[in-house]
């Protein structure tokens, strides 16, 4: 399966999804202009993803912001992540955030209440 890496801007995250070195990241501030038409070939790769899984995936969100419209589509991705679970496959979200920063703390609290992943909370 073909990775996707995306550079990051001041607008889009970097995204690393990487399933043969077992490298799943979201790093920087997500606020890009069309959200849909940029998440969308990530939610694609996830679906693909979830038809064969690694054993354990650990997936990595440092992220710094994210505006409302991002939120719907990171709550998808933690959906898709949540469906791999589902056959027995393990997932490990680390959520990290600015120990100063109680808005990305309660959200990454909020998105561990909603999916049945297992989140480690990461301040920094």
Known sequence: ???IKINGTDDTPNVILDAKNNIFEFTGR??????VAFYEPILKWLEEYGESPNNKTNVVFKLEYFNTASSKILLDILMKLENITENGNEVVVQWFYDEEDEDMMEAGEEY???VDISFEMNPC
């Open 112 to 114: 561990s209440e909603i």
């Open 1 to 3: 399966m073909e990775a």
């Open 30 to 35: 997500s606020m890009p202009e069309d959200v």
